[in-house]
Antibody, heavy 118, light 108 residues
């Protein structure tokens, strides 16, 4: 079965860095575009970043562009999100998600909590 | 930026029909996807390509999309349908994924 497992969340000070990882299994990772989506406490869903299956094309929300970097290792079936210059407003649960051919997100991880606080 | 507008809340009695809207300029020209999220859980895809249901999603869930409004319809609403619902599109002009603000469905 398809599994997406995030890790790397935690507490970081404003201005600090954190790297999220997402280990996947149960499907051919290199065939799928992948994304990160976040949800601040009590708030709605916010798209963060997407990467095409080959890894050559990436997209970012305006709120994170220049601070976050999405990447993938198809040999390891893993997705990453390097987060730099973290701000209070980056505090959220970060979900690793698989993009279906329709552009929808058909599988979601359980989420990784990132807390930014001094 | 492209904004998807959802009502913050919708209330419906058990057995009745719930309609949750997602409005945006010419949204009918985009493919709209819908997610259900219960407290403490990751979202679940319930409708893709405007009106298609993933396997395992009950037929009570349906969708439509035309003009400036997309609609998620849940017939014969059950207590277990109480959740937050989000619409989503890929906005090609900006290369951005956009989510609606979410609608809390309350089953009375």
């Amino acid at each position: 079965q398809v599994q997406l497992v995030e890790s790397g969340g935690g507490l970081v000070r404003p201005g600090g860095s954190l790297r999220l990882s997402c280990e996947t299994s149960g499907f051919i990772f290199s065939d799928y575009h992948m994304s990160w989506i976040r949800q601040a406490p009590g708030m709605g869903l916010e798209w963060v970043s997407s990467i095409k299956s080959s890894g050559t094309t990436v997209y970012y929300a305006d709120s994170v562009k220049g601070r976050f970097t999405i990447s993938r290792d198809n040999a390891k079936s893993s997705l990453y999100l390097q987060m730099n210059s973290l701000r209070h407003e980056d505090r959220a649960v970060y979900y690793c998600v698989r993009a279906a051919g329709s552009g929808s997100y058909d599988y979601w991880g359980q989420g990784a909590l990132v807390t930014v606080s001094s | 930026s492209y904004v998807l507008t959802q009502p913050p809340s919708v209330s419906v009695a058990p057995g009745q029909t719930a309609k949750i809207t997602c409005g945006a300029s010419n949204i009918g020209s985009n493919s709209v996807h819908w997610y259900q999220q219960t407290p403490g859980q990751a979202p679940v895809l319930v409708i893709y390509y405007d009106s298609e249901r993933p396997s395992g999603i009950p037929e009570r869930f349906s969708g439509s999309n035309s003009g400036n409004t997309a609609t998620l319809t849940i017939t014969r609403v059950e207590a277990g349908d109480e959740a937050d619902y989000y619409c989503q599109v890929w906005h090609g002009s900006s290369d951005h994924v956009v989510f609606g603000g979410g609608t809390k469905l309350t089953v009375l």
